[in-house]
């Protein structure tokens, strides 16, 4: 069927194709075994709403392009789009002749905004063209590899990863503060108001243990295989320390470097360059278990591990023993509030921790996710948003 419609002609008349058609074509394909999610069946809508008039041999490709990626799928999506829009006519040289689908109200283009029409748009619909609502580059950016992204790409990044906005989790604090109401009497303040008074006390000021922000701690691994998804997590700790959270950030090489006052620079861009400056060991080894072992050495009884929520980003190419990542680890989970780790290599559905290294720090680690794209990023900002079970 590919070889007819590659080499017949576009159909007199368009074929009708509403949001409902391709919902429906997309549930068929994924009972014939398919894995169709939302996106593909949004890009079939928008790339058929960008071809105008659209006729059965435009349809076929466009579908086929969007929704079967592997040369295996291509027997399954020509026999499921021949089911779907009829059986071959003879009057089109084996083409599928297309399946009446019947509008409602709801589905007609006239009444909905976005549906691809067969009639071109006129200078009135310009307008309502450029507000529509339709699959954008967004979604396509958000899936895309940081790794594979041009500068165009990279600049557009970075600005969803200053919308990331995580509410972290809150804790008790360990000193009483002055309240308008509370279950501790403020005996300072009682004492200190009656001077006034002729040491009448005229009200009782109360005092309560407030509830403060867990800190966040990110430990990035800066090893050469790390580079662009070290710097897409620099500029989310970036965003999230300028936003009034407490957050520490450390790089993870060759030896452990804080670069949290690099940070608090205004410009990402200002803040970048002056840790390239400053972090020695970028783009070289790894000796993870060294670096984790000096977090917690050095700052163990600090707030930057004790009751934070701590984010490692690293592939576990670690050149360490594993015994020596694997020790640090269990401590650094005894002490932390919750360890994520976030490993690129995740992202590939291939993906097996067998690293020694990956494999002795799994079994500490709290959640485990992936790290190459801004879909992993939102998958961790919802991590560090959800209470941990008791």
């Known amino acids: 069927m590919s070889a007819e419609l590659e080499s017949a002609e576009p159909l007199a008349d368009p074929v009708e194709v509403t949001g409902r058609t391709c919902v429906e074509f997309a549930a068929l394909l994924r009972r014939r075994g398919l894995a169709i999610g939302p996106e593909q069946t949004t890009a079939l809508y928008s790339a058929l709403h960008l071809l105008g008039r659209v006729g059965l041999r435009e349809l076929y490709w466009a579908g086929r392009v969007v929704l079967a990626n592997q040369r295996e799928q291509y027997p399954i999506y020509t026999a499921a789009f021949a089911e779907f829009f009829g059986p071959p006519s003879q009057d089109d040289d084996g083409l599928p002749a297309p399946r009446a689908v019947p509008l409602t109200a709801q589905d007609r283009e006239s009444d909905v905004p976005g549906t691809p029409s067969a009639q071109p748009a006129g200078p009135e619909d310009e307008q309502a063209d450029e507000a529509r609502i339709v699959p954008s580059d967004i979604q396509v950016l958000k899936t895309k590899s940081f790794a594979h992204m041009d500068a165009d790409e990279r600049r557009r990044a970075a600005a969803l990863i200053r919308d990331l906005r995580p509410e972290l989790p809150r804790r008790r604090g360990r000193r009483r503060r002055p309240a308008p109401s509370g279950p501790h009497l403020d005996v300072r303040g009682l004492l200190r108001s009656s001077l006034r008074t002729d040491g009448e006390p005229m009200r009782l000021p109360r005092r309560r243990v407030p509830f403060r922000e867990r800190p966040l701690t990110l430990v990035i691994d800066v090893s050469g295989s790390m ?164």
């Open 227 to 390: 580079g662009p998804y070290a710097l897409a997590l620099l500029r989310f700790g970036h965003a999230m320390l300028h936003a009034g959270h407490r957050v520490e950030v450390f790089t993870a090489g060759v030896h452990l470097t804080r670069i949290t006052e690099s940070l608090r620079r205004a410009s990402v861009d200002a803040a970048l360059r002056r840790i390239g400056r400053e972090v020695d060991d970028w783009d070289g080894g790894t000796l993870l278990g060294t670096s984790v072992r000096d977090l917690v050495d050095r700052f163990g009884r600090h707030a930057a591990v004790r009751g934070a929520l701590v984010v490692m980003c690293s592939d576990g190419l670690d050149r360490d023993a594993p015994e020596t990542l694997g020790t640090a680890m269990a401590e650094l989970s005894r002490r932390a509030h919750r360890v994520l780790w976030l490993n690129p290599l995740k992202g590939d559905p291939r993906y097996r921790p067998l690293q020694r290294g990956m494999a002795a720090a799994l079994p500490h680690v709290d959640v485990f996710l992936p790290g190459h794209n801004l879909v992993s990023f939102e998958a961790m900002c919802a991590a560090l948003t959800r209470r941990r079970a008791a």
